[in-house]
């Protein structure tokens, strides 16, 4: 047996480490640790709760939007408070840009040189791999000046012996199998997506008046105001700009994004029957469509050991259903106390202790629903929403399974999606579904405008006694709530339980592994110097605890060492 500790996991957000036991070449136990301390809940005590959405965004420097949406739909749940139409619109269109630049980022820049073997791409006959490109997709990009470009961009990093972003991966690694050809395709891509989320990202910097850390947000709606009269307002001006952006993203969603994730997953074909894990999946309704949060256009639900006849829906922001389904366990976090609670009924008093894996072992909490773990993040929504039968995610997930099925020469089902590589091929889905949303509710909102309705916000009032709200949002990385507690106006108690928590949390009270730990054991290691396909799972689930600051040493000095004990 060997025994595996990388800590800390890079390219995520935030501080992981994860422990893996390994025999016979495959994971037989694993565990996940958070290493950093979210002191967030203490920060807001007795803060005004209209405030709370600018503190909370700053818990990541990533997933900012994603907090402060949440935040401020918990203060109105509490509050039973009405938002304004055209509030919906641009805070919907800001979470589905926000989404799609996420996903973008993830798979290209984050995770896609998991599978990806840069320097071999030097070796490529740029011919070749602009036909492949060409045969693959329309994309008009796939030219053979674009790869050889890219490639002799690559090739200088090389020369001159700084591989920058490159320098950490497992060049050569025995579970790479792309061909040169294919691999400078993806590395095109990767320079290309450079530019389109950049792209898609304006639209929220032109609703959300800069990103990250929109500043838009108000408790009860938004402070874009709307005057086609005024050019210091947000004009048809600025939205068909918005309009003109959209139209771009769209295109290399749907010609690169989902076409390199499906070739990815026809040439890993075995990375289906890898990584699976917890197969509990919970997701929650977003976009709302009217001022209550009654009616959504993306629906959400849980769906219980990976069968999708157990859909079961969440239906509003105040369903009954999730609001009693979520608790927390602290017994093997570092918190005082071995409890398991509703959100709204815990305490935030950190107790650090050393580093125990039958006691204490992680700064992260273990969420269940219903007594049990789940998964969330992009597989669970886009199972959700295929249960649910949304039009765009039963059409945009059949186009993915068919193109993988004609490049792997074998059919390729629904249920090759409950694992590592499914949970990429849904991510790219989603995006092409918030892609689809995102033209609705632009016209929407354009429509609305153009009836005469220009409100964006109606002042909330706070009553004197204790009230509680909760917000909820389906974020990039998967099932956002935020849970407060208000008294006599003042945030008396406040809990996050955000994507990476349901994801990374270490074993619960009933000792039932967390999501990342359950979905490596079986996973194979070629090498336990090099576990590649640790990282392979691991960062499929996107990964983000808190924030991190990413660092580039001119000194090439030691940043990572992976341990491993016979």
């Known amino acids: 047996m060997a025994k595996i500790t990388i800590d800390p996991i890079t390219r995520i957000e935030g501080h992981l480490r994860i422990d893996c036991e390994v025999n016979g070449g495959r994971v037989t136990n694993a565990w996940s ?24 965004q700053r818990i990541c420097g990533v997933c900012t939007t994603v907090h402060a949406i949440t935040s401020v739909r ?30 973008i980022v993830h798979f290209y820049h984050l995770s896609a040189v998991d599978w990806v073997d840069i320097v071999s791409a030097l070796k490529a006959d740029p011919v070749k791999a ?59 891509h ?88 917890v197969t509990n999946y919970l997701s929650v309704p977003d976009m ?30 105040g369903d009954d259903f999730f609001k009693q389904g979520v608790k927390e366990s602290v017994k093997h976090s570092w918190y005082k106390g071995d409890w398991n609670r509703h959100p709204w009924e815990e305490e935030t008093d950190p107790l650090p202790t050393k580093y125990d894996e039958k006691g204490k072992y992680s700064w992260v909490k273990s969420p269940t629903f219903n007594g049990k773990p ?44 409950h694992s590592t590589i499914g949970r990429h091929a849904a991510r790219s889905v989603r995006a092409a579904v918030l892609h689809d949303a995102l033209v609705r509710h632009w016209q929407a909102l354009v429509d609305n405008i153009g009836k005469g309705d220009y409100a964006t916000y109606n002042e909330p009032v706070f009553p004197k006694g204790e009230i509680r709200g909760v917000g909820f949002h389906e974020a990039p990385r998967g099932v956002l709530s935020h849970w407060v507690v208000i008294d006599g106006g003042k945030i008396k108690n406040y809990q996050c339980v955000v994507p990476s928590t349901w994801n990374a949390g270490p074993r619960n009270s009933e000792e039932a592994m967390g999501p990342y730990e359950a979905s490596l054991v079986g996973n194979p290691v070629a090498d336990p110097a090099r576990p590649l396909e640790v990282l392979r799972t691991i960062h499929s689930f996107d990964p983000c605890l808190a924030c991190a600051i990413h660092l580039l040493d001119t000194e090439q000095r030691e940043l990572v060492r992976v341990r491993t004990v016979a």
């Open 33 to 56: 640790s958070g290493q950093m301390w979210r002191g967030i809940e203490l920060i807001l005590q007795g803060r005004d709760p209209r405030e709370a959405w600018i503190f909370t």
């Open 74 to 103: 918990a203060v109105e749940n509490a509050l039973n408070l009405d938002v304004p139409l055209n509030a919906q619109y641009i805070r919907n269109m800001i979470i589905a840009a926000h989404g799609i630049f996420d996903h």
């Open 130 to 188: 602009a036909q492949l490109g060409q045969r693959l997709s329309e994309w008009p990009e796939n030219s053979v000046a674009n790869m050889k470009q890219v490639q002799g961009r690559l090739k200088s990093f090389v020369d001159s012996g700084q591989l920058g972003v490159f320098a950490s991966g497992y060049w050569g690694h025995p579970a790479m199998k792309l061909s040169p050809e294919v691999n400078l395709l993806a590395v095109t």
């Open 190 to 277: 990767y320079f290309q997506a450079l530019d389109y989320q950049r792209r898609i990202n304006q639209v929220v910097a032109i609703l959300g008046s800069k990103t990250p850390h929109i500043q838009n947000l108000a408790v009860g709606g938004v402070s874009n105001p709307i005057n086609p009269d005024s050019q210091s307002t947000l004009t048809l001006e600025r939205l068909e700009y918005v309009k003109t952006l959209i139209d771009e993203i769209g295109a290399f969603i749907k010609q690169v994004y989902m076409v390199d994730v499906a070739a990815v997953g026809a040439f890993y074909a075995d990375w289906t029957h890898y990584g699976a894990g």
């Open 288 to 317: 709302p469509l009217d001022p209550k949060g009654t009616t959504f256009d993306m629906p959400g639900g849980y769906i219980a050991k990976g069968e999708v006849g157990t859909f079961k829906a969440i239906n509003t922001f």
């Open 374 to 417: 789940a998964q969330v993040g992009p597989l669970a929504n886009v199972l959700c929403m295929f249960a649910a039968g949304d039009k765009s995610t039963v059409k945009y997930t059949t186009q993915m399974l068919d193109t993988v099925s004609s490049l792997a020469g074998a059919k390729v089902g629904v249920g090759a999606l």
